[in-house]
């Protein structure tokens, strides 16, 4: 029989219950509804936040529910932009009113360039849009979260303390000419979770970057040809493309302890993209 991250808490700690919550952003589709998705099934109380989509933001509350393990596991739909300083204490006021209690964050949100352009024509206005959604937005709504976890230390309902995963990209340390200004947030946001990792270390919070590799995903619709080609020849050692289950997954067992003298790490989810091969 498999026991689940909230299982075992409980069975340790009788005090753990009612599960463990965390917060998604970005969980109305794509990468961020196969992490909500996978942690419901862990049976995590989940806040599924989104941005603008409303409707495939009860799609994934509806996911998660099928998903449930137990009947008393809630999910709570919350919106916000999270680039925005007033949206972020919301999303994390509405949260805790929902859920009670916040045990990990899940910083998925993040958004592409809205057109690919050369670097020599890229416009600033894009470069300062993904910045604020992609960095200056995870950056700070960890800041609020992390003083909530510092006011409640030793209250994490999970296996070490609270985490805090990052979810970045490749694109975090591969170059992209046509996408610079979203290698340049990834990268940022790559830093931000070795910053936030040494930071909050001794308070008893993990912290974690997922960098997924070339993911199914309707950000990645418009060029599925070509990423297509380029794995059929050989780009991804595995030789096929990521899945938000497959990030789901991992986020999942980050939270449910199995890395316990580890933070600030690097989990790539890419198929062995990253590695480097002559």
């Not at 993040?110 to 937005?137: C, K, Q, W, Y």
Request: charged share 25%; hydrophobic share 45%; proline share 4%.
């Amino acid at each position: 029989m498999v026991t689940t991250t909230a299982e075992a808490a409980a069975a340790t700690d009788p005090e753990s219950h009612p599960p463990p919550a965390a917060l998604v952003t970005g969980a109305s589709r794509g990468l961020g509804r196969g992490i909500a998705e996978s942690l419901a099934g862990d049976g995590f109380d989940v806040a599924i936040h989104y941005a603008t989509n409303r409707a495939a933001a009860d799609e994934t509350h509806a996911a998660c529910r099928r998903r449930a393990r137990r009947a008393e596991q809630r999910f709570v739909v919350v919106g916000g932009n999270v680039a925005d300083a007033g949206d972020r204490g919301r999303i994390v006021d509405e949260t805790l009113a929902a859920l009670g209690r916040i045990d990990a964050l899940v910083n998925n949100a993040g958004m592409a360039p809205r057109v690919r352009a050369d670097i020599l024509d890229a416009t600033e206005e894009s470069f300062d849009e993904l910045i604020a959604v992609n960095l200056r937005g995870p950056y700070f709504l960890s800041q609020a979260v992390a003083r909530h976890w510092r006011e409640r230390r030793g209250d994490s309902r999970l296996p070490g303390g609270y985490k805090l995963v990052f979810v970045s990209s490749i694109s975090a340390s591969m170059a992209s000419l046509n996408r610079g200004d979203y290698c340049v947030s990834k990268a940022g946001l790559a830093m931000a979770a070795k910053l936030w990792a040494a930071r909050l270390a001794a308070d008893g919070v993990q912290v974690f970057e997922v960098r997924p590799g070339i993911m199914r995903t309707d950000m990645t619709a418009a060029v599925k040809d070509k990423y297509d080609r380029m794995i059929a020849d050989g780009l991804v050692p595995q030789g096929r493309w990521g899945t938000p289950e497959d990030v789901g997954r991992t986020v999942a067992a980050l939270l449910g302890g199995g890395l316990p003298f580890s933070t600030g790490d690097v989990i790539n989810v890419d198929g062995g993209l990253h590695l480097e091969r002559l």
